[in-house]
């Protein structure tokens, strides 16, 4: 499988200082992005004779793309630059899987084990201006590397009254990170290996055909990819300037969960109750860059803040209301605490940060409706509501969004016609409003929540 992509952007920014209405500068940009997508893989499946009874392996080599130009234009009463930068990385992703599964007279085992290795350097290109606001002393070039061992076992036994579910990964992972020695602000390359278990297990008790109650347990890791690793900044927003952290650490995540589920025959109920601990949980820390005269800069860096939990009740309904109407209700209220923090940054200087402590109760809702329509049509109109919360340095502000989705079938069913809207009103954009050291920011992001896509497909 092959994709290519081209993308063209031009975007202009104006800084109004609102004490005074002043502008302080323009900064437009344009933005040209390459991006391809390649992808080969092998599968093979031996079935014995048994039933339930196989092997499975699969080989895929993938890569990735990204060939990223910015082409800035900065005017003010300080300056008039042109920079130019561009960022190329080619990332390498090898695996090899096999896959064992055998029933048994009550349940399964699956077990198997699996290799990939990830390589992805970038080289980065900058053309300076007059005056250029691009960071001196970055480097040309970075190397990340990543290999993964991973091995796993599962084991359910299912009988008439209960079902037990237990499973075990074993995980060793070594990852590297070489910059280019140019590179003056981070002293040494980095590197790290670990090898963790994560078990996860599951009891589901059936008290009838209708009411059902389950425990699970589960420890997963997040990793975090070359993209939050680059120190190479994004030039998109030279005041709210985002860059990675080369020495970032993986997060890991504790959950355990009781769950009850009743259904009957239009409908069902699903509630739980549950508890996370997330330790190492990694994100943007805002801090200002003072070292600049000129401009306020504020930087935007990746860094593991510690510990925070989430412990909350998830409620999902669903009833067909009528032949040709479906309701599916969901909602997670949840009480989020972020331990306090303290830490160190080192880009573009070594400065100390603080994270306070924080609780907030917040939730998520969401309704959907589905419809069948005549002529064969089928509909769907979702709407979801995100409360406010809190986050590290700050709270997320509330945001809403109403979605729509048309299909309908042609061609004696060998072909269908879709629509689908996302964000009709436009209010699903993220904000963030931030309180840091000597500074407050107000933070939007709207990565194209507004989409409509109409699409065709038919079967041969």
Do not use: C
């Not at 081209?6 to 920014?13: L, N, R």
Request: overall charge neutral; hydrophobic content about 30%.
């Amino acid at each position: 499988m092959f994709d290519r992509e081209k993308h063209i952007d031009t975007s202009q920014v104006a800084f109004i200082n609102l004490d005074n209405n002043v502008r302080n500068r323009l900064y437009t940009w344009k933005e040209e992005e390459i991006t391809s997508f390649i992808n080969v893989a092998a599968n093979y499946k031996h079935n014995f004779p048994q039933a339930g009874h196989s092997l499975s392996a699969n080989a895929q080599y993938t890569r990735g793309l990204e060939d990223e130009s910015y082409f800035l234009n900065d005017s003010s009463a300080v300056r008039v630059g042109r920079d130019m930068t561009n960022i190329r990385a080619i990332e390498h992703t090898t695996s090899l899987s096999t896959d064992y599964a055998r029933a048994l007279s009550s349940g399964k085992i699956e077990a198997g084990a699996k290799v990939r290795f990830r390589n992805l350097p970038v080289d980065y290109t900058i053309n300076r201006g007059n005056e250029s606001i691009i960071y001196p002393d970055l480097g040309n070039f970075s190397t990340w590397k990543e290999n993964l061992y991973a091995f796993y076992g599962n084991y359910l036994l299912e009988k008439e009254r209960f079902d037990v579910e237990a499973g075990l990964r074993a995980e060793q992972t070594d990852v590297s990170y070489v910059l280019d020695p140019q590179n003056a602000y981070y002293p040494s390359n980095d590197k790290y290996d670990y090898f963790e278990l994560f078990p996860s297990l599951r009891f589901t008790y059936k008290l009838n055909d209708k009411n059902k109650l389950s425990l699970f347990y589960n420890r997963r890791v997040d990793r975090p990819g070359e993209p939050e690793l680059r120190i190479f900044p994004k030039y998109d927003d030279p005041e709210l300037l985002k860059v990675g952290n080369p020495y970032l650490r993986p997060q890991f995540t504790n959950s355990v969960e009781a769950a009850y589920r009743y259904n009957w025959g239009s409908g069902s109920l699903f509630s739980s109750i549950y508890h996370r601990q997330i330790r190492g949980a990694y994100q943007r820390i805002y801090s200002v860059d003072n070292n600049n005269p000129d401009y306020d800069i504020v930087n935007r860096i990746y860094q593991n803040t510690g510990e925070s939990t989430n412990t909350g009740i998830e409620l999902l309904f669903s009833q067909d209301l009528t032949e040709n109407w479906k309701l599916t209700a969901s909602t997670n209220i949840y009480r989020n605490s972020i331990n306090a923090f303290e830490g160190t940054l080192l880009f573009p200087f070594v400065r100390p940060f603080s994270i306070a402590k924080s609780s907030d109760t917040a939730g998520d809702f969401k309704i959907s409706n589905s419809f069948t329509l005549p002529y064969e049509i089928e509909a769907q109109v979702t709407g979801l509501y995100y409360s406010k919360r809190n986050i590290p340095q700050g709270e997320e502000l509330a945001r809403s969004s109403v979605d729509l989705g048309l299909k309908k079938s042609i061609w004696d069913k060998k072909g269908e016609i879709t629509l689908s809207a996302s964000d009709l009103f436009n209010n699903f954009g993220l904000r963030q409003r931030i309180k840091g050291e000597g500074f407050t920011a107000l933070y939007e992001n709207y990565y194209e929540t507004q989409i409509v896509r109409l699409g065709m497909k038919y079967k041969f």
